[in-house]
């Protein structure tokens, strides 16, 4: 299954975790444009609300050290799309593992 196919179950998982309305993300099938739109809402909490935005990267389990490295990252302007690369490949690997479970593969 390619991550394409994946779209439907990560944005509902990224609206769950992020607790953003149903409509903040798009319902497309195209992990570039939901990569496009995260990069926004990450980029808003960071500004607007950061104590959410380190309880949404919490709840989504990632490594504290990825998200210290990011922090301390030299280049500022990419740490928005650096996290968002860093959340779907979480995400994708949460729904991934979820998919092996249901299947009795895991």
Avoid at 41 to 46: F, S
Wanted: overall charge positive; charged content about 35%; proline content about 3%.
């Amino acid at each position: 299954m390619n991550e394409n196919e994946l779209c439907p179950s990560l944005i509902e998982k990224l609206q769950k975790d992020f607790s953003l309305a149903k409509d903040s993300l798009p319902a497309v099938n195209d992990i570039a444009d939901i990569r496009k739109h995260l990069i926004n809402k990450v980029t808003e909490l960071m500004s607007k609300d950061y104590e959410r935005f380190l309880g949404s990267m919490y709840r989504i389990d990632v490594s504290e050290s990825k998200v210290s490295e990011i922090l301390r990252s030299k280049d500022r302007t990419t740490i928005p799309e650096r996290f968002a690369d860093l959340i779907i490949e979480r995400q994708l690997l949460r729904i991934k593992t979820q998919m092996l479970y249901k299947s009795g593969k895991l």
